[in-house]
Nanobody
Framework: QVQLVESGGGLVQPGGSLALSCAAS????????MGWYRQAPGKQREMVAR???????NYADSVKGRFTISRDNAKNTVFLQMNSLKPEDTADYYC?????????WGQGTQVTVSS
């Protein structure tokens, strides 16, 4: 069984920065990818950023140039550095992992961008 434990998030003013982290624990074999999705009220969940086991990254167009995803393979942890935050970045952010072909989700952490 794999668990994803998220940390970070909170309230920040527009233009500010926040960092999220997600650590995978349990029986970790063949991490294909880890990443972050978000869901704003009344909207569908969307991919924010993703990083493969080989280090290839993908970003939603809306966050390119502002968010950076990175990963510590030894600790099975993924990080999301969010800069120049905008009110439209407000959402619940969920860690996502594809491990051994099975998809896992974290419990979610709230990010609110407001003055």
């Amino acid at each position: 069984q794999v668990q994803l434990v998220e940390s970070g998030g909170g309230l920040v003013q527009p233009g500010g920065s926040l960092a999220l982290s997600c650590a995978a624990s349990g029986t970790i074999v063949n991490v294909n990818s880890m990443g972050w999705y978000r869901q704003a009220p009344g909207k569908q969940r969307e991919m924010v950023a993703r990083i493969t086991g080989g280090g290839t990254t993908n970003y939603a167009d809306s966050v390119k140039g502002r968010f950076t995803i990175s990963r510590d393979n030894a600790k099975n942890t993924v990080f999301l550095q969010m800069n120049s935050l905008k009110p439209e970045d407000t959402a619940d952010y969920y860690c996502h992992a594809n491990i051994g072909g099975i998809v896992y989700w974290g419990q979610g952490t709230q990010v609110t961008v407001s003055s």
